[in-house]
């Protein structure tokens, strides 16, 4: 059992940054591969990003590459995404989510499959907007 909880959410102008935390709890070494999701209403969940827990691996959607960075500092069972750059579009709830998945999986289109991600946080929202 693993459970996610994220953080760290709020309102930023375009442009700005942010950064988001999931901690993660109980048998976190089930989840070898963790994810950003998000969700705006009357929109589909889409995956950010990904990152594998052994060497840090990492996997981003188009729309987000290049502006928003996926880590993790093991030691603390912490997930974090820093949103840069952002537009209005990014606007969303913003959902952690962990599975156990090989490599090739999480770093290579995993975060495109999130019936594969087996626990989730509570979502936190991130408002863009001047």
């Known amino acids: 059992q693993v459970q996610l909880v994220e953080s760290g959410g709020g309102s930023v102008q375009p442009g700005g940054s942010l950064r988001l935390s999931c901690v993660a709890s109980?048998?976190?070494?089930?989840?070898?591969?963790m994810a950003w999701f998000r969700q705006a209403p009357g929109k589909e969940r889409e995956g950010v990003a990904t990152?594998?827990?052994?060497?840090?691996?990492?996997w981003y959607s188009d729309s987000v590459k290049g502006r928003f960075t996926i880590s993790q500092d093991n030691a603390k069972d912490t997930v974090y995404l820093d949103l840069s750059s952002a537009k209005s579009e990014d606007t969303a709830m913003y959902y952690c989510?962990?599975?156990?998945?090989?490599?090739?999986?999480?770093?290579?289109?995993?975060?495109?499959?999130?019936?594969?991600?087996?626990?989730w946080g509570q979502g936190t929202q991130v408002n863009v907007s001047s």
């Open positions: 989510a962990g599975a156990t998945m090989g490599d090739a999986l999480c770093t290579t289109g995993g975060g495109e499959r999130a019936d594969l991600f087996r626990w």
């Open positions: 109980g048998y976190t070494y089930s989840s070898n591969c």
């Open positions: 990152i594998y827990r052994h060497g840090g691996r990492t």
